[in-house]
């Protein structure tokens, strides 16, 4: 069976009363229309066309521009668009991919909208699987039944259907006496007894190409002034033409997103779904209410998760970890058994195994924190490579540092990266011992074994096996302290005898 789809989005989305385009809002690290299309993606389709109107440049660069942050990060979309537009008239073509963007000039209607993705569609002979770009928790699963179902009936037009516990502003199906359905009238157009009928529409038709030549027949629904895909049904029955209605998927798949309070909603359910997919596969939740993870996040067996954690973008973490609360990790790799204490911001970088982070840590982008390496509090680190067994435990800024194993990091310790117009590389070989409130003004090396004592400030490259010092030698008084105690007394005497005389 030869399947295209075509994804309506180009709609204003006045109920979202937002300045971004509806299909654009995320849910789960994600725009609507973002986990739509991966939907589509993963049934292999022909060919997906996007139609998409007064926001067309937003929305197309929305998924032309999600690139993977690390080389070894696998992308939001495998497979879809990457690199230039081809601009023919009316027609964008993305290279080397079945992904066409069209353009609807003025929001006209679904039914309006699915017209304007014809013309990609010149030459194709399969059924045209039609999705609303604002439903974007429809899973796969229920468009593949959906599929079989269209193609067993032999329908020329199929239409998802689904029972709503409230149907308020879905279409309703209206279903003559031998069950089959007649049409799909629209809230605003129904009757006081239709509206109580809780089939509704979801959005999603199956139409062979004999069904999209009745989109032609489709008139103008006056009382909104645009033409409804849905009258593509009441245009197939007036001229016997096989149509079919499937009530199959829950509620909560269908669920159009048109105002914030849906959206909302939406995103609870998402949030549930996906926090209920990886316990079902050995992770465990404190507490799921406040946990936020993106649709493309992976998480190993084992992995203890507290309140309030947010796992980002492309993160991917290991078997056996443990993330405390009110952490964030974005397009990380967190290696099996690692440790992410309370409070801690970890973004684009790479935590391997049983490594320690935090708590209060903050671990910048193009980061590698090694093999059961600690970074404890208050400790700053950026584009640096840590290696494993090193410990930075207190109150350090690493940038631009390249650092061995087994290296002791000590309270305090800053590298002077940045010289107000190039950064430099400080590079701290295997086992150093540095000491505590010591800097390093890279660029600099610190060769294996050598010692830092604590307070240097190291401007030259250290030998392998030495001790730097760099600070003042220390001189004591005998008996300072006590002669100015006295000196402090007598003035004070002094004082009170003028006083009184
Ligand atoms: C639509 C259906 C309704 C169904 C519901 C399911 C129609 C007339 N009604 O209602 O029966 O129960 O979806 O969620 O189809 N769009 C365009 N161009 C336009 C107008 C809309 O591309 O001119 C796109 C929108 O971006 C959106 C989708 O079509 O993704 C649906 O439009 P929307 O206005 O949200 O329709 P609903 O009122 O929700
Ligand atoms: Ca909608």
Redesign the pocket.
Known sequence: MKIAGVI????L?KRMNSSLP??LHELSGATMLHHVLKTLHNLRLQQIVV?T?KHFKETKDSIIQTNPPTPSLTPLIPPLPRGELKGLKGLLRTQNSGLIFMR?KE????G??LSRALPSLRGFRGTVLVV????PLITRETLRKFLDLHEKKRDVVSVLSFISREPG???RIIRNGSGDIVS?I?DRDATPYQKRIRE????VYAIKPAGLRLLKGIELNKSKG?Y???DIIAVASGRGIKAGAYCIGSEDE?I?I?TPEELRKARELMRDRITKEWMNKGVIFMDTSSIFISSDVTIGKGTVIYPNVHLEGNTKVGRGCTIYPNVRIRNCVIGNGAVIKDSTLIEDSFVKERALVGPFAHIRPGSEIGAGAKIGNFVEIKKSVIGSGTKASHLSYLGDAKIGKNVNIGAGMITCNYDGYKKHLAVIEDNVFVGSDSQLIAPVKIGKGAYIGAGSTITEDVPPGSLALSRVQQRNIKGWALKRQLRVKSDKLKVERKRKS
């Open positions: 309506l989005a180009a709609g989305g509806k299909v139609v109107g609807q929001a006209k209607g679904t309006d909208a609303n770009g604002d439903t502003s879905y279409g799909i629209e509704v529409n979801s959005g645009e409804y895909l849905t269908f159009g048109n």
